[in-house]
C-alpha cells in the first residue's frame, strides 16, 4: 500500500463502510482540508523554527503531526475521489505552472511572490 490510487481505494472503502458519502460534497470537503491543516498548523503554534523543528524529533509530537497530515490527505483524497480529480495529473501540471512562474535562475534561495519576479 502506498501509492495514490491504493490510497484513494482505502478512503472510499471507510467511507462507503460508514454511509458517510451523503455528507462529502466540496463544500464540507474543501472545510475539512482547512481545519485539519489548522490543527497541524496549531501543532507549530507560538514556536520558533528551531523549536518546530525539534518538535519533529520528539515522538509524541512527531505522532501527532503524523496524524494531523493524515487527516488532511484522507479529505483530499475523498475530494479528489468524489469529483475525479487526477492528484498525480495535477500535482505534475501545477509544478510545470510554478516553474513558469519560478524560475529557478531568478529565485534560488528566495522567498519571493511571483508577482513581485515581473517588476524586475
Known amino acids: 500500500m ?38 497541524l498548523q ?31 490527505m484522507i479529505f483530499l483524497l475523498s475530494l479528489a475521489d468524489r469529483y475525479g480529480v487526477d492528484l498525480a495529473a495535477a500535482v505534475e501540471r501545477k509544478v510545470r505552472e510554478n516553474a513558469g512562474k519560478y524560475p529557478a535562475d531568478k529565485v534560488r534561495g528566495r522567498a519571493v511572490k511571483y508577482t513581485e519576479l515581473k517588476k524586475e
Open 2 to 39: 502506498g501509492d495514490l490510487e491504493d490510497l484513494r481505494t482505502l478512503v472510499r472503502a471507510f467511507i462507503e463502510e460508514r454511509d458517510w458519502v451523503r455528507f462529502h460534497n466540496a463544500k464540507d470537503l474543501s472545510a475539512a482540508i482547512a481545519i485539519e491543516a489548522a490543527e
Open 42 to 72: 496549531e501543532v507549530f503554534l507560538w514556536k520558533t523554527r528551531e523549536e518546530a523543528d525539534a518538535a519533529m524529533r520528539d515522538p509524541e509530537a512527531r505522532r501527532r503531526v503524523e496524524a494531523e497530515v493524515a487527516d488532511v
